[in-house]
């Protein structure tokens, strides 16, 4: 684990994927940069620039400026903010958007939002004319360390959570730190789940250093660059390892099967984020943990002690409206039998071996995975 940068220059991550390589450019401003970058990548490409209509408000002209300064021509698609963007229609209307714009497949599309924007925008970039070169420039912390780095686009299904969906790798990340400065609470700290993540799965040292930084991570600074920066790296070594998730990149999903499952159960709605679902599975992937004693209590109550004093929900119970009269254990195991890493109706979770060390433990018993969570909606508030 090493100290955090100090210097003002962009921190640049190398995805080595070959003729899939990217770069990821992380720093304060550094959006003022895009379309330099862009240019120098696609050469007389145009860009359709697909964003929502919070992030339209904060970044869509400076984002165009950049682009234009630099000679390229774009047009512009807003979509609704939120998971209700990211279904069949929202998928449908930015794809035709791109075809009504004339977007080629020499051209760019470029997804200016947060982690709803980017795998929206991503997978109709996979799709149109059979796969158009798309940038991500993330614009929530849960966007800059997780959802723009790896390939992974998609939609959600009534069913379940990025049900349908293509790998489709970026051809550019530009993260800029300084539009995280536009998030609310809520949302800064939804993001920081993932980061926690990060540590948790494979990376004691930095889950220590979490333990002390979160506040100067919270306020800005090297510290949040630097936070940002090792977990895209510890990201990005996953990736290139396993980038179609045939092993070892589903341990990223470390509280994502619960996580996912209460999305769902909540309707993809803000009652709760993305990163808020993947608190509580984690935690409840550690308490888990814990009882099949693979951890120790102790090491499961860090883990929720951390997430807790960040300010995320960590119980059921934190879920607004959520009883166990409204949603039983019967139906969440309902819900995560659509998980994606359920092989011939199996489940399989990722577990802690330790803080620091995540394992795939394939052929889970559902009985005990049910009883474990009746426990936990039995919990009073």
């Known amino acids: 684990m090493t100290a955090p940068l100090k210097n003002s220059d962009p921190i640049v991550v190398d995805v080595a994927l070959g003729e899939r390589a990217y770069d990821i450019v992380i720093g304060r401003g550094v959006l003022t940069s895009l379309g330099a970058r862009v240019a120098a990548l696609r050469p007389g490409a145009r860009a359709a620039i697909v964003t929502d209509e919070y992030v339209a408000t904060h970044w869509l002209r400076k984002t165009e400026a950049s682009l234009l300064d630099a000679g390229i021509a774009t047009s512009r698609i807003i979509v609704d903010e939120g998971e209700i963007s990211k ?63 790896g390939g992974k686009t998609g939609i959600n299904s009534p069913h379940g959570k990025n049900l349908v969906g293509a790998f489709h790798q970026p051809v550019l990340v530009v993260a800029d730190t300084a539009v995280l400065d536009t998030l609310s609470p809520r949302q800064f700290r939804a993001g920081y789940a993932e980061v926690a993540k990060y540590g ?44 179609r998730e045939n092993g070892e990149r589903a341990l990223l999903n470390l509280g994502h099967t619960f996580g996912h499952a209460l999305e769902a159960a909540t309707g993809f709605s803000d009652r709760l984020f993305h990163g808020e679902g993947v608190a509580i599975g984690m935690v409840l992937a550690a308490e888990f943990s814990a009882q099949l004693g693979m951890i120790a209590d102790a090491d499961a109550a860090r883990v929720k002690h951390h997430l807790a004093a960040v300010g995320l929900p960590t ?11 409204k949603i039983g254990a019967d139906a969440l195991m309902t819900l995560m039998a659509q998980d994606k890493k359920v092989k011939r109706g199996r489940l399989t979770f990722i577990l802690l071996e330790a803080v620091g060390r995540a394992a795939i433990v394939p052929d889970v018993e559902p009985s005990l995975v049910r009883d474990f969570m009746a426990r936990k909606l039995a919990r009073k508030s």
Request: glycine share 10%.
């Open 87 to 149: 279904s069949y229609e929202g998928l449908e209307y930015v794809c035709e958007e791109l075809i009504a714009a004339k977007i080629e497949r020499n051209d760019l599309v470029i997804a200016l939002g947060g982690g709803v924007v980017g795998d929206l925008a991503g997978f109709a970039a996979a799709v149109l004319r059979r796969g158009v070169d798309f940038v991500q420039v993330p614009t929530s912390l849960l966007a800059q360390v997780d959802s723009s780095v």
């Open 200 to 243: 948790v799965l494979g990376d004691e040292a930095f889950f220590t250093w979490l333990e002390a930084s979160h506040a100067d991570i919270v306020a800005g600074g090297a510290a949040r660059e630097h936070a940002i920066a090792t977990s895209c790296r510890a990201k990005a070594a996953i990736v290139m390892r396993d980038e």
């Open 315 to 325: 119980h059921l119970q934190d879920i607004a409206g959520f009883t166990q009269e």
